[in-house]
């Protein structure tokens, strides 16, 4: 049984499209996270939500719109898509925000 | 606001040989973690290091923490192909309860 998963695996898009990328865990956590790597292999953080709520919003452009319908999903949500956007997003979860964080497959995003 | 910094960024070794990853962080971390991501794949938890002294051993990989020198390692004794992957290194800033923040990563190759 996957414990975090996302949809789509790879997802290949013009600039200027809006997309967005699904997240789920059945590990009963209480807070996800949308995390970036770039082409550098740079892990960053972009968003956490806690229960629902967001409790962590780095310096990311507000095309990027995180949404968590409960606090088994959160998706990610990008406007008006960019060149530089084409990174590796990793969602996350953990217990109590504190804990140990485990991450799905990732989503390799291209914009051509 | 912390910053954590691994070295070396690439590291190839011999199989058989030990190496020290070193992992330094500029303020109080709550706590430690170490990471590993094959090519392509997802983060896999290694460790979670939760107080000054601890140390963690799973197969030819060991961790420690040192609050006191801010300074993290992790020590591969007698290393086998199956080891090569980048290890991050992950600490969580006091106070923000679910930032994690990632060093730059250690890119090992082990070779025959």
């Known amino acids: 049984d996957t414990a975090v998963s996302q949809t789509p695996k790879y997802l290949v898009t013009q600039m200027g499209n809006d997309k967005s990328i699904k997240c789920e865990q059945n590990l009963g956590h209480d807070t996800m996270y949308w995390y970036k790597q770039d082409s550098k292999k740079f892990l960053k953080i972009m968003f956490s939500?806690?229960?629902?709520?967001?409790?962590i919003n780095e310096t990311v452009p507000n095309r990027f719109s995180p949404k968590s319908p409960d606090k088994a999903h959160l998706n990610l949500h990008i406007n008006s898509l960019e060149l530089g956007d084409s990174a590796v997003y990793f969602c996350?979860?953990?217990?109590?925000?504190?804990?140990?964080?485990?991450f799905g497959p990732g989503t390799r995003l291209t914009v051509l | 606001e912390l910053k954590v910094e691994q070295n070396p960024l690439f590291l190839s070794m011999q199989e058989g040989k030990n190496y020290t990853i070193y992992c330094n962080y500029s303020t109080t971390s709550d706590r430690l973690y170490w990471y590993r991501q094959d090519p392509g794949k997802s983060l896999e938890s290694l460790f979670v290091?939760?107080?000054?002294?601890a140390v963690k051993q799973e197969g030819r990989l060991m961790a420690s923490l040192d609050t006191k020198a801010r300074l993290s390692t992790l020590h591969i004794t007698a290393a086998v192909h199956d080891l090569s992957a980048t290890y991050f290194c992950?600490?969580?800033?006091?106070?923000?309860?679910?930032?994690?923040?990632f060093g730059t990563g250690t890119r090992l190759q082990v070779t025959l």
């Open positions: 992950a600490g969580i800033d006091t106070g923000t309860a679910s930032k994690l923040t």
């Open positions: 996350a979860s953990s217990l109590a925000g504190v804990n140990e964080q485990f």
């Open positions: 939500y806690n229960n629902k709520e967001l409790i």
């Open positions: 290091l939760l107080s000054n002294g």
